[in-house]
């Protein structure tokens, strides 16, 4: 199957945004652990499953793209759109939900405001690169 211009702009976008928000939370993640209130093996515990679960979903971004949405597996790109809208919808409900829990203080690697703001653009380029990229697998049954 042949990719457009279009599509290959979405598959990186996939790729460069599941890698760098991977890299960031990677990173928040071990810096927790230096963190004084983080001290607590049941905080400790949510730190370490929080970043398991986002790597994860990182991972299988990268994977699902390259492989079975490539070959213009439907069911890749409803998944890729799930763990995507997952992560940092995950983010923006839980910020709403914790009375700005994020965007409201400060994170291990800046202030809240700033991480707030970088899920919500990573958000909106997901939503770039869905529309991108489902031409790509829209015309397959």
């Not at 790597?55 to 763990?83: D, M, N, Q, S, Y």
């Not at 923006?92 to 202030?111: E, K, Y």
């Not at 997901?126 to 697998?137: D, E, G, K, S």
Request: include cysteine; proline fraction near 3%; glycine fraction near 14%.
């Amino acid at each position: 199957m042949e990719l457009t211009t279009r599509t290959k702009i979405g598959m990186w976008m996939y790729t460069v945004l599941a890698t760098v928000f991977g890299l960031v939370d990677a990173r928040g993640g071990f810096q927790h652990l230096n963190t004084p209130e983080w001290g607590t093996n049941h905080a400790l515990f949510h730190m370490i499953t929080g970043l398991f679960y986002t790597l994860a979903l990182c991972a299988i971004i990268i994977i699902l793209t390259w492989i079975p949405f490539k070959k213009g597996e439907r069911w890749a790109w409803w998944t890729i759109v799930l763990c995507g809208v997952t992560i940092h919808g995950g983010h923006v409900l839980g910020d709403q939900l914790t009375n700005r829990g994020l965007a409201g203080g400060g994170t291990a690697q800046g202030p809240g405001e700033l991480f707030f703001a970088l899920t919500c653009t990573a958000l909106g380029l997901y939503l770039v690169a869905f529309y991108l990229t489902w031409p790509h697998v829209s015309g397959r049954r």
